[in-house]
């Protein structure tokens, strides 16, 4: 082999394959790109926290990973062409999105699978806060009070009878386990607390989340629930678009009444999003946190006009908590320019099959086939169709002997 043909043989394997990358749709607008850019961490301080194992996922499917736009199936990075970097923070996986026009602003890992802890919540507002008559009382069961032991609770007790509306308050505020029980069994009808999970679900679909599946109302966790950034940015633009929602979000403080039977005395709850006290602009969101789950984030706030939502999983508490991190993930988001972002946020239903359109009959086939009956079908529908038509076999039978010419006599009559 000559020496110039060792050359290229060797440079062949030694240099990388260059990746080109999508085009870019408008000047200053988004760009895919082809390989994985990682996302900007932080290390957390050791000894590192302990975690359970993480469940399997469901596998990866290619089409709900492009939701939203190609350049958002990543497991890295992705941020418009020229944005500065963003933060780094300790969750596994985020997202920053426009509310009022759904466009994503830069993400990590925007359709991973990941754990929700209580940011399922907001699925659960999503799904009910429309059905729910805020001024309804509610009257408490032991069952709604069956939660994990030293899991986040309001206070509500057995027999205390509660409007809808505090109820949601101490689900908002207080991040209380039994208020999604009490909630999820009202918003179930006759199915009680799995009608409401099965809400959430449906919801979840018509929202476009293809990848959340709830399995409690709480977020507490189960066995094959999870939910992604993306998806949780689409549950809460759902969320911030109902008044009612805004108004609970915004809440400081709720009084919780004071119960004739049991006798218990009231209390006041806090707002435990540290958003809406300490972030200008602020609009609410929601914290979660379980040990297998670890800190999860949602938190939206508006400036200038634009109103903007970060998403985040999978997040430890150090070197800074939740919302905070949440807090600079949204000043990198409001740094950017309006035309830039990396994808949308679909809208509800846009991701349901179309229902197809019964084909017009012809005038010639106009008049469909009769359906056999059902086995064992009884009443007067059956009985009433078979006297007509009896009546109409007689009457054809007499028409027809009056038309007949007349027989002769003797012969023998059928």
């Not at 069961?141 to 949601?168: F, H, K, M, N």
Request: proline content about 11%.
């Amino acid at each position: 082999m000559s020496f110039r043909l060792l050359a290229v043989a060797v440079c062949t394997v030694l240099l990388p394959v260059a990746v080109p990358t999508a085009a870019t749709a408008a000047p200053g607008r988004t760009t895919a790109v082809a390989r994985e850019v990682p996302c900007p961490r932080v290390a957390v301080p050791k000894p590192a926290p302990s975690r359970p194992p993480r469940p399997s996922p469901p596998p990866p499917r290619p089409e709900d990973r492009a939701v939203g736009g190609e350049a958002l199936a990543t497991v890295g990075l992705v941020v418009p062409d020229g944005a500065p970097r963003p933060p780094g923070v300790t969750a596994t996986s985020w997202l920053v999105a426009d509310l009022d026009t759904g466009q994503v602003l830069g993400a990590c890992g925007p359709h991973e699978y990941a754990t929700p802890a209580s940011v399922q919540k907001l699925l659960l507002a999503a799904a009910l806060l429309p059905r729910l008559d805020p001024a309804q009382v509610v009257t408490v069961t032991r069952e709604d009070l069956d939660i994990e032991p030293g899991s986040s609770a309001v206070g509500l007790v057995v027999g205390g009878q509660y409007r809808v509306e505090t109820v949601w308050l101490g689900l908002l505020l207080q991040s209380g386990n039994e208020a999604a029980n009490v909630l999820a069994r009202l918003g179930g009808g006759a199915e009680g607390q799995a009608g409401g999970v099965r809400a959430m679900n449906e919801t979840a679909r018509r929202l476009g989340a293809r990848q959340t599946r709830a399995v409690t109302p709480s977020g507490l966790d189960g066995p094959g629930q999870f939910t992604s950034a993306y998806d949780l940015a689409l549950i809460a633009r759902a969320c911030f678009a109902d008044p009612t929602f805004r108004r609970y979000a915004l809440t400081e403080t709720h009084q919780i009444p004071a119960q004739r039977r049991p006798r218990t005395k009231g209390f006041q709850i806090q707002n435990e999003n540290q958003l809406i006290h300490r972030y200008p602009g602020a609009l609410g969101g929601k914290t979660g946190f379980t040990n297998l789950a670890r800190h999860t984030y949602v938190g939206a706030a508006e400036r200038g006009g634009r109103r903007l939502v970060v998403t985040l999983l999978g997040a430890e508490a150090r070197p800074l908590r939740g919302w905070q991190q949440g807090a600079e993930l949204l000043d990198w988001g409001f740094s950017l320019p309006r035309d830039t972002g990396v994808g949308r946020l679909v809208e509800p239903g846009e991701l349901e099959p179309s229902p197809s359109a019964a084909p017009v009959p012809r005038a010639a086939d106009a008049r469909p086939a009769a359906d056999p009956l059902p086995e064992g079908l009884t009443g007067p529908g059956p009985l009433l169709v078979a006297a007509v038509a009896g009546v109409g076999g007689l009457l054809a039978l007499v028409v027809r002997r009056a038309r007949a010419p007349r027989r002769r006599r003797g012969r023998r009559r059928a």
